[in-house]
C-alpha cells in the first residue's frame, strides 16, 4: 500500500453512460497525475496537476474527459459518453515538491465498457 | 524523449542476481534514466533513477555506460515476490513554473519471472 487510494477499484458501465472515479493522494504530495493502462502497454500519461492547478494535458485526454482537483488534495477524473475504447485501468499517481523523481502509484480502477 | 529498447522477457533463478538490460542509445544529456516495475494488478512502484553516475538503494542497482547509452538494472539476490514487469524509462523535467516535474513514458518493458 503506497498511500495513494482510489475508487472504486471497478467500473463497468454501458456505452454512452459517463463514470467518475477519484483518487486521493499521499495528504502531504502537491502532485497529482493521472495516467491510463490498457492490456499489454505500459501506463499512458493523460493530465497532472500541481495543487489544484491542471499544468499538463496530454493529447490522450480527448473533450470527453475531464480532470479536478479542487481543493489541491483528492481528484476525480471524469469520462463523459463512455466508448468501449475507453476500457483500461486508470492509476493515479502523487509526487512531492518539485522536480521530485518519485511518483507513488494508486491500485487503480479498471473500467469495463460494454 | 529518448526512445528505450528492453527484452520483452527475461527468467531469473530465485536467490540469483537478475541483470535487466535497457538501451537508450538517443539519450541526451539531460534527460535521467528510471526504472519502474509493475506487479500484476498493482500500480507501478519506483525503484531507482540516475544520471551519470551508477546509483544502489535497498531494492536494486542501476549500472550506466559511460556514454550513457545502456544500462542495467540489477537485483542482486531476486525472490519470487520480484516477479513483475520492469520499465526502462528515460525523461527530462516537464518544465512548468519552478521545479518542472518528472513524467515516465512507459513502454512496453521487460516482463521478469522469477521461477523457484
Known amino acids: 500500500d503506497t498511500g495513494v487510494s482510489q475508487d472504486p477499484r471497478h467500473k463497468i458501465t454501458k456505452r454512452g453512460q459517463n463514470v467518475t472515479f477519484r483518487c486521493d493522494p499521499i495528504s502531504e504530495h502537491n502532485r497529482l497525475y493521472w495516467y491510463r493502462q490498457t492490456l499489454g502497454q505500459g501506463p499512458e500519461f493523460l493530465t497532472y496537476?500541481?495543487?489544484?492547478?491542471?499544468?499538463?494535458k496530454s493529447r490522450l485526454l480527448s473533450d470527453r474527459f475531464s480532470a479536478e482537483r479542487p481543493k489541491g488534495s483528492f481528484s476525480t477524473l471524469e469520462i463523459q459518453r463512455t466508448e468501449q475504447g475507453d476500457s483500461a485501468m486508470y492509476l493515479c499517481?502523487?509526487?512531492?515538491?518539485?522536480?521530485?523523481?518519485?511518483?507513488?502509484f494508486g491500485p487503480g480502477t479498471r473500467l469495463t465498457v460494454t | 524523449d529518448a526512445k528505450t529498447t528492453q527484452p520483452p522477457s527475461m527468467d531469473c533463478a530465485e536467490g540469483r542476481a537478475a541483470n535487466l538490460p535497457c538501451n537508450h542509445s538517443t539519450i541526451s544529456g539531460n534527460e535521467y534514466v528510471y526504472w519502474y516495475r509493475q506487479i500484476h494488478s498493482q500500480g507501478p512502484q519506483y525503484i531507482i533513477h540516475?544520471?551519470?553516475n551508477n546509483e544502489t538503494n535497498e531494492m536494486a542497482s542501476l549500472i550506466i555506460t559511460e556514454d550513457r547509452k545502456s544500462s542495467t538494472l540489477i537485483l542482486p539476490h531476486a525472490t519470487l515476490r520480484d516477479t513483475a514487469v520492469y520499465y526502462c524509462?528515460?525523461?527530462?523535467?516537464?518544465?512548468?513554473?519552478?521545479?518542472?516535474?518528472?513524467?515516465?513514458?512507459f513502454g512496453r518493458g521487460t516482463s521478469l519471472i522469477v521461477h523457484p
Open positions: 496537476f500541481q495543487n489544484e492547478a491542471q499544468l499538463e
Open positions: 499517481a502523487s509526487s512531492t515538491r518539485q522536480g521530485s523523481h518519485e511518483q507513488y
Open positions: 524509462i528515460v525523461r527530462v523535467a516537464m518544465g512548468h513554473t519552478s521545479g518542472g516535474s518528472y513524467i515516465p513514458t
Open positions: 540516475g544520471l551519470k
